[in-house]
């Protein structure tokens, strides 16, 4: 299956990003049932669930494979760390889980080292959520 098919079959997307402290925040993007719920770490009542619209998931198909999530995910997978990603003193982590339309997944994480086009798959989250999408 080729990568932009792989991007098209994706059902659900789920990305986190914590702090040591335990503080964060978790994105779901439901595109079967067209919801992304957003979920706050630091502030209880700054949890949501909202429709995702056609226009955020035209955006979100358009801008997602240019991130190359899948393709550092799996170089995570495979321990391949050094080619996709940047150490960082932080002891801040990540996890995507993406559930593609046949049931198969892939589950992606790391502590202390982050993926070098982390900021695109932010500026995706941050624009389709409207809200932040970084540690305090």
């Known amino acids: 299956m080729g990568l932009k098919k792989k991007y098209d079959q994706i059902k659900i997307l789920e990305v986190e990003i914590s702090s040591f402290s335990g503080g964060g925040y978790k994105v779901k993007y439901d595109f079967d049932r067209k919801l992304i719920s957003w979920n706050d770490g630091y502030m209880w009542n700054n949890n949501f669930m909202k429709s995702l619209t056609a226009a955020k ?68 989250i941050e624009k389709t959520t409207e809200c932040a999408f970084r540690l305090h």
């Open 57 to 124: 998931t035209e955006y979100i198909e358009k801008e997602l494979p240019g991130t190359g999530m899948l393709e550092w995910m799996e170089c995570y997978n495979n321990g391949d760390i050094e080619k996709v990603g940047n150490s960082t003193a932080n002891p801040s982590s990540w996890k995507i889980t993406v559930i593609f339309k046949d049931g198969t997944d892939i589950v992606s994480s790391h502590t202390r080292n982050f993926p070098k086009n982390w900021n695109k798959l932010k500026q995706i």
